[in-house]
């Protein structure tokens, strides 16, 4: 049976020089980076040569990077600690954020900890600027914006200099998750002004286990993890290191071949589209999805018209790996907030969400694939409805 990967937003598959870096620290590096004979000062080197390297890349100090496990962790520690101790006693955020992020301020807010303001979507899948300019004008609680950079469901691109000139002019501080983003776009974290983002090697073609946070110097957030007081005491427990070199070599391989990779996978996503419309009458895009400069490239999130619960199982029994843009429990499909907050319950029930998301090893033959299956599928339900 062929085998299909479409999604990548999920998680991506690590490159063989990514591999063959963090072999060779598993073989010949294995001291204690908090030790300090050879052994350990030599895993020490390399946190600290990876920090400066990804530092560098983002034009910011690498007093700045913090490592940690995954973007989760990162969003955490950044949320919580705001909290905690910046005396941050107001969130504005939006139902459209990642599952980490919602659920951390979901559970200050229940603990009574912080008031959450929840902003408006438009059609388009964009937050509502014109209320969050409004809102951070209200100075009477120290607040913390948090909003992602870039949808994992349906792509949008947030704004994310605009915002953070809105918090800035109105001393408010601004936490953007860039899981999706980081090393795919050529990212100055210093000019657009951001105060905490986050990173996750593995969407990055670097290993699972690998990530981290970066803080303003002057934000002065304190740890979530306590304990030996590793990455100078804001995430305590032994440091991964081969998890670090593979996400430094990731970020590196991503940084200097992402021209060809952006235009790769763009052709890719505009051949997707073009396909999809010839093939499937009334297919449409979810947000602002099918627009290459106002989406993220690598992700193409589709509004099938119909209702079918089991495409994830169709396409996979075909080979074909995607994700619904639903989560699952109890083995109960159940729609995602994301498309809650887009839809009403009864254009939910006349349609399916779909997403695709693509690497610099897609082909055109994996969506011809793709574009294959999805058509069956919808010439069943055509006939279905005749």
């Known amino acids: 049976m062929q085998r299909v990967y479409l999604d990548n937003a999920a998680t991506t598959a690590i490159r063989p020089e990514v591999v063959d870096e963090m072999a060779n620290v598993m073989k010949n590096i294995y001291g204690n980076p908090s030790s300090t004979h050879v052994f350990g000062r ?81 059609k388009n899948g964009d ?15 120290k607040t913390l914006v948090s909003l992602m950079h870039a949808n994992n469901e349906i792509g ?29 776009y050529e990212l100055d974290f210093k000019d657009l002004g951001i105060d905490f983002a ?19 110097k002057a934000s002065h957030i304190k740890p979530l993890i306590a304990g030996g007081g590793q990455e100078r005491g804001m995430r305590s427990g032994t440091e991964n290191v081969y998890g670090i ?59 099938l018209p119909f209702h079918d619960t089991l495409i994830g199982f169709e396409l996979e029994l075909a080979g074909i790996a995607v994700s619904q843009g639903s989560a699952c429990s109890s083995g109960a499909a159940k729609v995602s907030l994301v498309m809650s907050t887009l839809y009403s319950d009864e254009e939910i029930d006349q349609m399916t969400p779909l997403r695709v998301s693509f690497s610099y090893e897609t082909t055109k033959e994996e969506i011809d694939a793709l ?16």
């Open 245 to 303: 070199v593979g996400l430094s070599k990731a970020f590196d391989l991503a940084i200097d071949e992402l021209d060809a990779h952006i235009a790769h996978i763009k052709e890719i996503k505009q051949y997707t589209i073009d396909q999809l419309q010839e093939s499937i009458p009334g297919v449409a895009f979810n947000g602002l999805s099918a627009n290459l400069d106002k989406s993220l490239y690598a992700l193409l999130s589709i509004k």
């Open 127 to 141: 937050v509502d600027y014109a209320q969050l300019e409004e809102l951070v004008k209200d100075q009477s609680k």
């Open 198 to 216: 986050s990173c996750s090697a593995h969407k990055i073609h670097g290993p699972k286990g690998a990530g981290f946070l970066y803080a303003k």
């Open 156 to 184: 949008n691109l947030t704004d994310v200099k605009r915002i953070s000139q809105l918090c800035q002019e109105n001393n408010t501080l601004f936490h953007t998750d860039t899981v999706q983003t980081v090393g795919h």
């Open 42 to 122: 030599e895993a020490k080197a390399l946190i600290e040569l990876s920090r400066k390297n990804i530092a560098q890349r983002l034009n910011v100090s690498p007093a700045e990077i913090y490592f940690t496990s995954c973007g989760t962790e990162s969003n955490n520690t950044i949320i919580r600690s705001c909290v905690n101790d910046l005396d941050v006693t107001r969130i504005i955020t939006t139902d459209m954020e990642h599952k980490c992020v919602i659920e951390s301020i979901k559970d200050l807010e229940v603990r009574g900890k912080a008031e959450v303001i929840r902003l408006n979507i438009l």
């Open 371 to 386: 574009i294959a299956t999805l058509k069956k599928i919808a010439e069943k339900h055509q006939l279905q409805n005749a």
